[in-house]
Protein backbone atom coordinates (compact mmCIF):
# COMPACT_ATOMS: atom_id res chain seq x y z
CA UNK A 1 0.00 0.00 0.00
CA UNK A 2 1.89 3.49 -1.12
CA UNK A 3 -0.68 5.67 0.53
CA UNK A 4 -3.42 4.43 3.03
CA UNK A 5 -4.62 7.59 4.55
CA UNK A 6 -7.50 7.86 7.40
CA UNK A 7 -10.88 5.57 8.08
CA UNK A 8 -12.51 8.77 9.24
CA UNK A 9 -16.04 8.55 10.82
CA UNK A 10 -17.16 4.96 12.28
CA UNK A 11 -15.87 3.63 9.31
CA UNK A 12 -12.39 1.96 10.65
CA UNK A 13 -12.28 -1.58 10.01
CA UNK A 14 -11.53 -5.21 12.18
CA UNK A 15 -11.11 -8.54 12.11
CA UNK A 16 -13.24 -11.45 13.53
CA UNK A 17 -12.04 -13.73 16.42
CA UNK A 18 -13.23 -17.05 16.92
CA UNK A 19 -15.02 -19.20 14.56
CA UNK A 20 -17.14 -17.96 12.07
CA UNK A 21 -20.78 -16.99 13.03
CA UNK A 22 -19.98 -18.85 16.84
CA UNK A 23 -21.80 -17.16 19.54
CA UNK A 24 -18.45 -16.31 21.24
CA UNK A 25 -16.79 -15.05 18.27
CA UNK A 26 -15.91 -10.94 18.71
CA UNK A 27 -14.96 -7.99 16.97
CA UNK A 28 -11.45 -6.82 16.84
CA UNK A 29 -11.09 -3.39 15.66
CA UNK A 30 -8.48 -1.52 13.55
CA UNK A 31 -7.34 1.98 14.21
CA UNK A 32 -8.58 4.92 12.76
CA UNK A 33 -6.22 4.99 10.49
CA UNK A 34 -5.32 3.09 6.98
CA UNK A 35 -1.51 4.08 7.47
CA UNK A 36 -0.76 0.09 7.38
CA UNK A 37 3.19 1.12 7.13
CA UNK A 38 2.62 2.96 3.69
CA UNK A 39 5.51 4.34 2.18
CA UNK A 40 3.64 7.75 2.86
CA UNK A 41 1.73 8.70 6.20
CA UNK A 42 -2.15 9.47 6.28
CA UNK A 43 -0.89 13.33 5.86
CA UNK A 44 0.91 12.37 2.78
CA UNK A 45 4.38 12.95 4.16
CA UNK A 46 7.74 10.63 3.09
CA UNK A 47 8.76 7.90 5.07
CA UNK A 48 12.12 6.08 5.89
CA UNK A 49 10.05 3.11 3.89
CA UNK A 50 9.63 5.88 1.37
CA UNK A 51 13.29 6.82 1.26
CA UNK A 52 14.47 3.08 0.80
CA UNK A 53 11.48 2.01 -1.76
CA UNK A 54 13.03 5.27 -4.19
CA UNK A 55 16.64 4.29 -3.84
CA UNK A 56 16.23 1.01 -4.44
CA UNK A 57 14.57 1.54 -8.04
CA UNK A 58 16.94 4.10 -8.86
CA UNK A 59 19.54 1.33 -8.87
CA UNK A 60 17.20 -0.79 -11.55
CA UNK A 61 16.07 2.22 -13.60
CA UNK A 62 17.70 1.11 -16.72
CA UNK A 63 17.50 3.90 -18.28
CA UNK A 64 17.30 6.38 -16.12
CA UNK A 65 14.56 8.37 -15.69
CA UNK A 66 13.73 12.45 -15.01
CA UNK A 67 12.11 12.88 -11.48
CA UNK A 68 10.04 15.70 -10.72
CA UNK A 69 10.45 17.90 -7.63
CA UNK A 70 8.67 16.32 -4.45
CA UNK A 71 5.52 18.07 -3.80
CA UNK A 72 6.11 19.90 -0.61
CA UNK A 73 4.82 18.00 2.74
CA UNK A 74 1.53 19.84 4.70
CA UNK A 75 2.89 22.13 7.32
CA UNK A 76 0.95 21.06 10.89
CA UNK A 77 0.16 23.13 13.81
CA UNK A 78 -0.05 22.16 17.62
CA UNK A 79 -3.21 24.70 18.03
CA UNK A 80 -3.54 25.99 21.63
CA UNK A 81 -4.92 23.88 24.24
CA UNK A 82 -8.54 24.04 24.85
CA UNK A 83 -10.91 24.01 27.86
CA UNK A 84 -13.79 22.11 27.74
CA UNK A 85 -16.91 24.84 27.34
CA UNK A 86 -19.83 22.98 26.90
CA UNK A 87 -21.55 19.45 27.98
CA UNK A 88 -24.51 17.43 27.12
CA UNK A 89 -25.12 14.86 29.60
CA UNK A 90 -26.64 11.25 29.19
CA UNK A 91 -29.74 12.53 29.48
CA UNK A 92 -29.41 15.40 27.34
CA UNK A 93 -28.18 13.07 24.76
CA UNK A 94 -31.19 11.11 24.72
CA UNK A 95 -33.58 14.06 24.63
CA UNK A 96 -31.85 15.48 21.65
CA UNK A 97 -32.56 11.82 19.76
CA UNK A 98 -35.56 12.43 17.25
CA UNK A 99 -38.61 10.27 17.94
CA UNK A 100 -38.01 7.90 14.73
CA UNK A 101 -35.20 6.68 16.13
CA UNK A 102 -36.69 5.29 19.59
CA UNK A 103 -38.28 2.29 18.98
CA UNK A 104 -40.62 0.26 21.01
CA UNK A 105 -40.14 -3.64 20.49
CA UNK A 106 -42.12 -7.11 22.01
CA UNK A 107 -38.11 -7.96 22.68
CA UNK A 108 -34.29 -6.63 21.71
CA UNK A 109 -33.23 -7.17 17.94
CA UNK A 110 -29.83 -6.08 16.52
CA UNK A 111 -29.49 -2.92 15.01
CA UNK A 112 -29.84 -3.99 11.67
CA UNK A 113 -32.98 -4.90 11.83
CA UNK A 114 -34.63 -1.93 13.28
CA UNK A 115 -37.50 0.02 11.38
CA UNK A 116 -35.38 3.01 10.76
CA UNK A 117 -33.84 4.68 7.64
CA UNK A 118 -36.11 3.51 4.91
CA UNK A 119 -36.21 0.06 6.48
CA UNK A 120 -32.40 -0.12 6.06
CA UNK A 121 -32.21 -0.31 9.82
CA UNK A 122 -28.93 0.98 11.58
CA UNK A 123 -25.19 0.29 10.37
CA UNK A 124 -22.77 2.24 12.71
CA UNK A 125 -22.56 4.38 15.82
CA UNK A 126 -24.66 2.96 19.02
CA UNK A 127 -27.70 0.97 19.94
CA UNK A 128 -29.13 1.56 23.85
CA UNK A 129 -32.00 -1.38 25.09
CA UNK A 130 -34.08 0.36 27.36
CA UNK A 131 -36.09 -0.76 30.28
CA UNK A 132 -38.60 0.96 32.22
CA UNK A 133 -39.94 -1.14 35.35
CA UNK A 134 -40.28 -1.89 38.95
CA UNK A 135 -37.22 -3.06 40.60
CA UNK A 136 -36.06 -4.47 44.29
CA UNK A 137 -32.75 -4.48 45.62
CA UNK A 138 -31.15 -7.58 44.29
CA UNK A 139 -32.80 -7.64 40.91
CA UNK A 140 -30.82 -10.01 38.54
CA UNK A 141 -29.77 -8.12 35.42
CA UNK A 142 -28.45 -10.88 32.84
CA UNK A 143 -27.09 -10.03 29.11
CA UNK A 144 -25.76 -12.57 26.86
CA UNK A 145 -23.34 -12.26 24.39
CA UNK A 146 -23.44 -8.06 23.37
CA UNK A 147 -21.77 -7.32 19.96
CA UNK A 148 -19.67 -5.75 20.68
CA UNK A 149 -19.27 -3.24 23.82
CA UNK A 150 -21.72 -2.77 26.35
CA UNK A 151 -22.42 -0.34 29.45
CA UNK A 152 -24.90 -0.29 31.58
CA UNK A 153 -26.58 2.47 32.89
CA UNK A 154 -29.31 2.87 35.86
CA UNK A 155 -31.24 6.20 35.66
CA UNK A 156 -28.55 7.82 33.73
CA UNK A 157 -25.25 6.90 35.92
CA UNK A 158 -22.69 4.37 34.24
CA UNK A 159 -22.74 1.51 36.78
CA UNK A 160 -19.44 0.00 37.89
CA UNK A 161 -19.51 -3.46 37.05
CA UNK A 162 -16.78 -4.55 39.15
CA UNK A 163 -14.25 -5.76 36.35
CA UNK A 164 -10.30 -5.19 36.24
CA UNK A 165 -8.26 -2.44 35.51
CA UNK A 166 -8.19 -3.38 31.87
CA UNK A 167 -11.58 -3.49 31.60
CA UNK A 168 -13.24 -0.91 33.47
CA UNK A 169 -17.23 -0.65 33.03
CA UNK A 170 -17.93 -2.17 30.02
CA UNK A 171 -18.91 -5.97 28.94
CA UNK A 172 -17.66 -7.76 26.22
CA UNK A 173 -19.14 -10.62 24.22
CA UNK A 174 -19.72 -12.68 26.83
CA UNK A 175 -22.53 -13.79 29.79
CA UNK A 176 -22.74 -11.51 32.51
CA UNK A 177 -25.16 -11.50 35.64
CA UNK A 178 -24.63 -8.98 38.31
CA UNK A 179 -27.20 -8.18 41.02
CA UNK A 180 -28.60 -4.68 40.78
CA UNK A 181 -27.85 -2.54 43.58
CA UNK A 182 -31.32 -0.08 43.62
CA UNK A 183 -34.07 1.00 45.63
CA UNK A 184 -37.30 -0.55 45.78
CA UNK A 185 -39.45 1.37 42.82
CA UNK A 186 -39.31 2.52 38.77
CA UNK A 187 -36.42 2.59 37.16
CA UNK A 188 -34.54 2.91 33.65
CA UNK A 189 -32.08 0.27 32.79
CA UNK A 190 -30.29 0.71 29.95
CA UNK A 191 -28.28 -1.67 28.54
CA UNK A 192 -25.68 0.90 25.97
CA UNK A 193 -24.07 -1.06 23.14
CA UNK A 194 -20.89 0.11 21.10
CA UNK A 195 -20.47 -1.32 17.69
CA UNK A 196 -16.18 -1.35 17.55
CA UNK A 197 -15.73 -2.74 14.31
CA UNK A 198 -16.59 -4.62 11.05
CA UNK A 199 -14.88 -6.65 9.10
CA UNK A 200 -13.10 -5.19 6.53
CA UNK A 201 -11.43 -8.42 5.47
CA UNK A 202 -11.85 -12.09 4.85
CA UNK A 203 -11.98 -15.43 2.56
CA UNK A 204 -15.66 -15.79 2.71
CA UNK A 205 -19.01 -14.09 3.11
CA UNK A 206 -19.67 -15.38 6.15
CA UNK A 207 -16.75 -13.03 7.62
CA UNK A 208 -19.27 -9.88 6.78
CA UNK A 209 -22.82 -11.81 7.85
CA UNK A 210 -22.77 -9.63 10.86
CA UNK A 211 -25.20 -8.50 13.14
CA UNK A 212 -24.26 -5.89 16.21
CA UNK A 213 -26.58 -4.86 19.09
CA UNK A 214 -28.14 -7.81 20.54
CA UNK A 215 -28.40 -10.22 17.55
CA UNK A 216 -31.17 -13.55 18.14
CA UNK A 217 -28.85 -15.49 15.76
CA UNK A 218 -26.01 -15.35 18.17
CA UNK A 219 -28.11 -15.72 21.58
CA UNK A 220 -27.94 -12.52 22.57
CA UNK A 221 -30.46 -11.03 25.08
CA UNK A 222 -31.36 -9.70 28.01
CA UNK A 223 -32.96 -11.64 31.38
CA UNK A 224 -34.03 -10.01 34.48
CA UNK A 225 -34.72 -12.51 37.15
CA UNK A 226 -33.97 -15.59 35.12
CA UNK A 227 -36.48 -14.15 32.25
CA UNK A 228 -36.16 -13.24 29.38
CA UNK A 229 -37.59 -9.19 28.76
CA UNK A 230 -40.88 -8.25 26.98
CA UNK A 231 -41.36 -4.97 26.22
CA UNK A 232 -37.62 -2.64 25.85
CA UNK A 233 -37.65 0.55 24.07
CA UNK A 234 -34.65 0.58 21.70
CA UNK A 235 -32.92 3.75 21.06
CA UNK A 236 -30.64 4.16 17.85
CA UNK A 237 -27.74 7.03 18.32
CA UNK A 238 -26.07 7.30 14.92
CA UNK A 239 -24.00 10.77 15.28
CA UNK A 240 -24.86 11.71 11.43
CA UNK A 241 -23.20 14.97 10.68
CA UNK A 242 -26.66 16.94 10.48
CA UNK A 243 -27.75 15.37 13.96
CA UNK A 244 -24.58 16.52 15.37
CA UNK A 245 -24.89 20.06 13.69
CA UNK A 246 -28.14 20.18 15.30
CA UNK A 247 -27.63 19.78 18.78
CA UNK A 248 -29.06 22.49 20.80
CA UNK A 249 -29.32 23.17 24.86
CA UNK A 250 -25.58 23.09 25.77
CA UNK A 251 -25.11 23.58 29.00
CA UNK A 252 -21.41 25.82 30.93
CA UNK A 253 -19.14 23.39 32.10
CA UNK A 254 -18.06 26.21 34.58
CA UNK A 255 -21.49 25.98 36.08
CA UNK A 256 -21.07 22.79 37.20
CA UNK A 257 -17.66 21.05 36.56
CA UNK A 258 -18.95 17.97 38.48
CA UNK A 259 -21.52 17.26 36.52
CA UNK A 260 -19.40 16.91 33.67
CA UNK A 261 -18.76 12.46 33.22
CA UNK A 262 -20.04 10.06 30.58
CA UNK A 263 -21.56 9.58 28.75
CA UNK A 264 -21.74 12.60 27.33
CA UNK A 265 -21.40 15.14 24.50
CA UNK A 266 -18.46 17.89 25.46
CA UNK A 267 -18.08 21.17 23.22
CA UNK A 268 -15.15 23.90 22.61
CA UNK A 269 -15.08 26.04 19.87
CA UNK A 270 -11.77 28.30 18.67
CA UNK A 271 -10.47 30.63 15.71
CA UNK A 272 -7.99 30.30 13.47
CA UNK A 273 -6.77 33.63 12.40
CA UNK A 274 -5.18 32.76 9.52
CA UNK A 275 -5.14 30.09 6.82
CA UNK A 276 -5.60 26.54 8.86
CA UNK A 277 -2.96 23.65 8.67
CA UNK A 278 -3.24 19.97 9.23
CA UNK A 279 -3.06 19.19 12.39
CA UNK A 280 -3.60 15.68 15.43
CA UNK A 281 -5.95 15.63 18.25
CA UNK A 282 -4.24 14.03 20.74
CA UNK A 283 -6.74 12.13 22.79
CA UNK A 284 -4.40 10.14 25.12
CA UNK A 285 -6.24 11.82 28.02
CA UNK A 286 -9.41 10.67 27.17
CA UNK A 287 -11.01 7.31 27.50
CA UNK A 288 -13.05 5.93 24.84
CA UNK A 289 -15.44 7.45 21.80
CA UNK A 290 -15.55 9.54 19.35
CA UNK A 291 -14.63 13.43 17.93
CA UNK A 292 -16.09 15.43 15.48
CA UNK A 293 -14.65 18.71 13.84
CA UNK A 294 -16.85 20.92 12.82
CA UNK A 295 -19.35 18.71 12.53
CA UNK A 296 -17.32 15.85 10.76
CA UNK A 297 -16.28 12.61 12.22
CA UNK A 298 -12.47 12.17 12.35
CA UNK A 299 -12.74 8.77 13.90
CA UNK A 300 -12.76 7.09 17.49
CA UNK A 301 -9.97 6.68 20.05
CA UNK A 302 -9.62 4.37 22.82
CA UNK A 303 -7.33 4.49 25.79
CA UNK A 304 -6.11 0.95 25.55
CA UNK A 305 -4.29 2.07 22.16
CA UNK A 306 -1.93 1.74 20.27
CA UNK A 307 -3.39 4.79 18.54
CA UNK A 308 -3.43 8.77 20.20
CA UNK A 309 -3.72 11.18 17.84
CA UNK A 310 -6.16 11.35 15.33
CA UNK A 311 -5.41 13.18 12.06
CA UNK A 312 -7.46 16.63 11.52
CA UNK A 313 -6.77 17.63 7.75
CA UNK A 314 -6.69 21.42 7.20
CA UNK A 315 -9.52 21.35 4.78
CA UNK A 316 -12.06 20.34 7.63
CA UNK A 317 -11.15 23.81 9.55
CA UNK A 318 -11.91 27.41 9.42
CA UNK A 319 -10.24 30.54 9.04
CA UNK A 320 -12.14 32.20 11.65
CA UNK A 321 -14.45 29.62 14.34
CA UNK A 322 -14.47 25.88 14.57
CA UNK A 323 -15.98 23.86 16.86
CA UNK A 324 -14.74 20.19 18.51
CA UNK A 325 -17.67 17.96 20.04
CA UNK A 326 -16.34 15.18 21.69
CA UNK A 327 -18.61 11.80 22.64
CA UNK A 328 -16.85 10.09 25.73
CA UNK A 329 -18.21 6.70 27.15
CA UNK A 330 -16.56 6.58 30.41
CA UNK A 331 -14.66 9.61 31.60
CA UNK A 332 -14.07 13.04 29.76
CA UNK A 333 -10.35 14.98 30.12
CA UNK A 334 -10.69 18.29 31.23
CA UNK A 335 -9.27 19.79 27.97
CA UNK A 336 -8.78 19.01 24.00
CA UNK A 337 -5.05 18.82 23.31
CA UNK A 338 -3.65 19.34 19.45
CA UNK A 339 -0.18 18.32 18.34
CA UNK A 340 1.95 18.46 15.56
CA UNK A 341 2.84 15.07 14.87
CA UNK A 342 0.90 11.53 14.31
CA UNK A 343 0.84 9.01 16.95
CA UNK A 344 0.02 5.57 15.98
CA UNK A 345 1.59 3.42 18.86
CA UNK A 346 4.12 1.27 18.44
CA UNK A 347 3.93 -0.95 15.38
CA UNK A 348 2.32 -4.55 15.59
CA UNK A 349 4.42 -7.56 14.39
CA UNK A 350 2.31 -10.38 13.63
Known amino acids: MFHGGTNFGFTAGGGDVGDIGAPDAYAVADITSYDYDAPLTEAGDYTVKY ?18 LRPIQSQK ?8 Q ?20 DKPVSMELLPINNGNGQTFGYII ?21 AELLIDGELVDTGFTN ?9 IHDIALNVSSGEHTI ?34 INNIEIQGVEIIALEFTQAWVNGLE ?20 SFTIPTTPTDTFLNMSGWH ?16 VGPQQNLYVPAPLLNTGINTIIVFEQFEPSDSIVFSNIPNLGPPFLP
Not at 129 to 149: E, I, Q
Not at 249 to 268: F, I, M, R, Y
Open 166 to 174: AQPQYWFND
Open 51 to 68: EFAAELISQYENPKLRRP
Open 288 to 303: KGVVFVNGFNVGRYWK
Open 129 to 149: YRKVANFSPGDRYKVSRPKDL
Open 77 to 84: TAYPTLQL
Open 86 to 105: RYLNYTDIIMEIPSSHKILQ
Open 249 to 268: NWKTVEDDPAALKGPCLVQS
Open 190 to 223: DLFVDVIARTNWGGRWEHFNQQKGLPEITGSKIE
